[in-house]
């Protein structure tokens, strides 16, 4: 029987060298599980995490195991197997940290890019993390990056904190248009997918101080989109959230696929490309604000900075707190809710560090807080409202100012 891992390795290997038909055949005359080969084929049509092979657990174990999903994505089928609700699983990977028998693991999103990259019918956009920077090796800089993805056959690659700098914008504008006693107080709805979901579900009381903003990610798909109708957008980060925030209704089309960056590794060793050796391709385009996202507090410390810039006279300033993990975050919010925090502008991000602390990240976060810190303090702009790219950026998608963010639009707002 070839198992899923197998599977997995030698179709992730056709795909990127264009050789899949072939491949299916030889694996079509051996012994395999369809579900397997479904789920990698067609991973939209499966939850975030997929159970693989049955359960071994004990009755307890598995009751443990459920009980471990602060979402209630998790149940016992009718084998008695644990399984996962698509509509329910946000993609916070703690069961798949959990399971001793290894049997629930992430989706992969490898052969669905490459169909869609060797195909030749679209362009095709890398959009990475803010978390990104020496992901891939020390010596991997964002230009040498991004001729490596053009050597695999995207059109481009983007980074995503340009467009941290356009949410931290705009919710720096919403904080200066909506923050006017001490009692007022605001919840960041940038990022972090669990951090929302948990908002959502847990404590939907709080909706209404949280701005109906998109994330980084979403507001990068939806402009490529807007610039280039028929593009196709590949977002590749540490977390495996995002593969459940780029399927959510209201947010899907945005972004195609959802590549982590250990699936990106792969990719790279199984075309025997290795980025440190590459030339440069080196386009600067974020500021500070939107490079320092990717590290737990980075979101309020973009916005503290913006709002000062923007106003620079104003009475009530930003006074934030953050919490990461999410038992960390619950606190916070309970906390909250107790009327135990006085700080005007909350954040919360589900991973312990922030995003370079994702499941999937290639480093450890204190490594890769390090790296974001530095690259930030790299930027030749401090904040979004110094960044030419930004106004320019605007200006290309029909905004005539910075504060006409606040009105609602099809790229920058949600609803929740």
Known sequence: MVTFHELHTRLAKASVNGDVPDELNKIEQEKFNPHDLDCL??????????????????ESEKAAC??????????KDEHGNMAVRSDMCVGCAECVRGCRAKKLIESKDILPTFADINSGKAPVFAMVAPAFVKQFGDDVTPGKLRTAFKRLGFTGMVEVALFADILTLKEALEFDKNIVTEKDFQLTSCCCPMWIAMIRRV??????????SVSPMVACGRSIKALHPDAITVFIGPCLAKKAEAREKGLAGAVDHVLTFREMQNVFDFAGIHPENLPEDLRDHSSRAGRIYAGSGGVSEAVKSTVERIDPHRKITVHAIHADGVPACRKMLDDLLAGKISANFIEGMGCTGGCVGGPKALIP??????????YGEKSAYKTPIDNPYVIELLHRLGFDTVESLLNESDIFTRNF
């Open 41 to 58: 084929l067609n991973p939209k049509s499966h939850p975030p995490v997929i159970r693989i092979g049955e359960c071994a657990c004990s």
């Open 66 to 75: 459920a009980g471990r999903c602060l979402f209630d994505a998790l149940y």
């Open 203 to 212: 404590y939907k009381q709080l909706i209404p101080h949280v701005p109906g």
């Open 365 to 374: 976060k204190e490594e890769g807080r390090k790296n974001v810190a530095e």
